[in-house]
């Protein structure tokens, strides 16, 4: 199975135009908007330019053709492109998306005017037709995003920028849609925080795959000495991050055999995410601590949160396919002395080390350590996030209102000195204040995941443009909004 995080995205194409405008540019606005979609690195998929005049869709004829190509390309196609270097034909770009029935999100483009080129046989008046197109998909209940300016031209540097975004968006939709996310172990029981509905994931289309602790610790224990996969395993640790010298080769090997028995139960059942009961009974009946397996997973975009918090993995799943690079799993956890605006973010060692930006350590979990015995806690990856920006998100389950829910933001790391024990990220975020009393009235978590980079944009369009949550933009400016009168 090929993942969807590191999959290659598709965007069918599709260059929309009405008869008695000037289809010259039509050829131009196909090859520029292919030119950007080679640059980025993501697949096109398109008739030949022969296939219809000017390579353009602009009658019903045109679109019964584009639509049974793209019918045909379904599983491969995770967006459409749909460009109007003139005024295009809105009936045709209609039919075309009613007949695919491909249900992907889609990015609707319309070209500029030049202002002294508007004679009979230049003029475009895409800047209307983009309007024409867009109420035909309010009619028949097509939601499409929006490129940043209401137009642009396809060769500039702002449409290579809107694709880049939408591909994102693209990836994020059909990564959530179709998410197999793997529970291994039981919650935790004192942490009924880590509830969540199992059966409103599968009404947005993401499946949970359980597995008992005992089962996995069972096939850890079972793995021999001279296995293939423990010696690569054992090769990966060593070469992750700086071991202090007391940890011995046994507490080593234990992490390994561990590492190797979740990844093979991973890859069998086709997870694309995960949530661990990572304490305590694997100390107690294992002897290994499991952050490092989570990060090394999320090191490979398989992000993997603590506590069995299902939710969280979806989350930081999610930070992973926008940004296209590891996420984490944090708790809201500190206070930064009167600093309004800042926190302190923190877990025991599960951060992946490119989340971290510099080498980490990996020695032993401190807190249960210094309950249990720090040798059966060695596998806690340690070190403080490096400075930058960064995105958080958090999408939960709500029983009483029949619906998950989540909130999304962008804040910075910190370079700012805090001298505790494991994963450190101290964070700044504007009018954390009001964040977290959102966050405590609306029975949030206090686990959040977190990603380098800003991709709030990304995540909020996939969210509620595409897959219908309900989702509070942290710091978005407001959105206008019709106020239908009371009958």
Not at 2 to 18: C, E, P, Q, Y
Not at 203 to 227: H, K, P, R, W, Y
Not at 302 to 319: I, T
């Amino acid at each position: 199975m090929m993942r969807n995080a590191i999959r290659k995205v598709t965007l069918g194409v599709v260059i929309g135009s009405r008869a008695f405008f000037n289809g010259a540019p039509c050829r131009a606005a196909r090859e520029e908007t292919l030119a950007h979609l080679e640059r980025l690195g993501i697949a096109a998929s398109t008739l030949p330019f022969e296939a219809t005049v000017n390579g353009a869709v602009q009658s019903v004829v045109d679109a019964k053709l584009y639509a049974e190509h793209f019918s045909r390309h379904r599983d491969e196609i995770d967006g459409l492109v749909i460009c109007l270097p003139n005024f295009g034909d809105e009936i045709a770009v209609a039919e075309l998306v009613n007949r695919a029935k491909l249900n992907v999100p889609i990015l609707l483009q319309a070209s500029n005017d030049d202002i002294d080129k508007v004679d009979v046989h230049s003029r475009r008046d895409a800047f209307c037709g983009k309007l024409s197109v867009a109420n035909n998909f309010y009619q028949y209940g097509v939601p499409f995003t929006e490129t940043t300016l209401h137009t642009c031209d396809t060769g500039g540097a702002e449409f290579g920028a809107d694709l880049d975004r939408f591909a994102r968006i693209c990836r994020t939709v059909r990564g959530l849609k179709n998410a197999r996310i793997g529970a291994i172990g039981a919650r935790t029981s004192p942490f009924q925080t880590m509830r969540f509905s199992e059966k409103l994931l599968q009404a947005s289309g993401m499946t949970v795959v359980t597995v008992d602790l005992s089962e996995i610790i069972a096939s850890a224990s079972a793995i021999a000495d001279d296995d293939a996969d423990l010696a690569a395993k054992l090769a990966a640790i060593r070469a992750y991050g700086t071991i202090p010298a007391h940890i011995t080769p046994a507490q080593i090997a234990k992490q390994a055999k561990w590492s190797v028995a979740v990844n093979r139960w991973i890859a069998e059942n086709e997870c694309d995410a995960s949530a661990i009961q990572c304490w305590r009974s694997l100390q107690d009946n294992f002897g290994c601590a499991t952050c490092l397996t989570m990060s090394m997973m999320g090191e490979e975009l398989m992000p993997s949160a603590c506590e069995v918090d299902v939710m969280g993995a979806v989350s930081m799943y999610a930070l992973a396919l926008a940004a296209g690079q590891p996420s984490a799993i944090l708790d809201w956890n500190n206070n930064y002395g009167d600093a309004a605006d800042k926190c302190v973010c923190t877990h025991c060692g599960n951060y992946p080390k490119q989340f971290m930006g510099v080498i980490p350590e990996v020695g032993e979990l401190d807190v249960l350590g210094e309950t249990i015995g720090r040798a059966k806690c060695f596998g806690a990856v340690k070190g403080k996030v490096a400075p930058g920006p960064m995105t958080y998100f958090r999408l939960s389950s709500d029983d009483g209102a029949g619906t998950l829910k989540a909130y999304v933001g962008q804040g910075d790391f910190t370079d700012d000195p805090f001298p505790m024990d494991g994963g450190i990220a101290v964070t700044r975020v504007e009018r954390l204040r009001e964040l977290m009393a959102f966050v405590t009235q609306n029975g949030f978590e206090h686990h959040v995941a977190m990603v380098r980079g800003h991709h709030a944009d990304v995540v909020n369009e996939a969210v509620t443009r595409y897959l219908r949550w309900p989702i509070y933009n942290h710091g978005a400016p407001a959105v206008p909004t019709l106020t239908l009168p009371a009958c």
